[in-house]
């Protein structure tokens, strides 16, 4: 089965920068739709980012449209999502999802593989 595992999560400030990575287990990452989610306790999980396999679709929430950009690192079988200008508002669990010869979606039961998450938390 494949396996994800979420990275590069940390402390920042308002403002600052943090580069999540979410690493696929095996050779089959390049069949998979990615996505980041994110989740506050006591709330619902909420779509962040995603792409499909090849690329050809790339969706973003409106909430980190222009903040937040996601990308596909074939050398270290990785995606990551570079967020910048990081808010408060951004403080939450984000998980890695996954879903193997699929669109992008934003629908959080589209994804049947995830990953235990990093904590990314945004100081005032």
């Known amino acids: 089965q494949v396996q994800l595992l979420e990275s590069g999560g940390g402390l920042v400030q308002t403002g600052g920068s943090l580069r999540l990575s979410c690493a696929a287990s095996g050779r089959l990452f390049g069949t998979y739709t990615m996505a980041w989610f994110r989740q506050v306790p006591g709330k619902e999980r909420t779509f962040v980012a995603g792409r499909n396999w090849d690329g050809r679709r790339i969706l973003y929430a409106d909430s980190v449209k222009g903040r937040f950009s996601i990308s596909r690192n074939n050398a270290n079988n990785t995606v990551d999502l570079q967020m910048n200008s990081l808010k408060p508002e951004d403080t939450a669990v984000y998980y890695c999802?996954?879903?193997?010869?699929?669109?992008?979606?934003?629908?959080?039961?589209?994804?049947?593989?995830w990953g235990q998450g990093t904590q990314v938390t945004v100081s005032s």
């Open positions: 999802a996954a879903e193997r010869f699929s669109v992008v979606d934003m629908r959080e039961r589209s994804y049947t593989i």
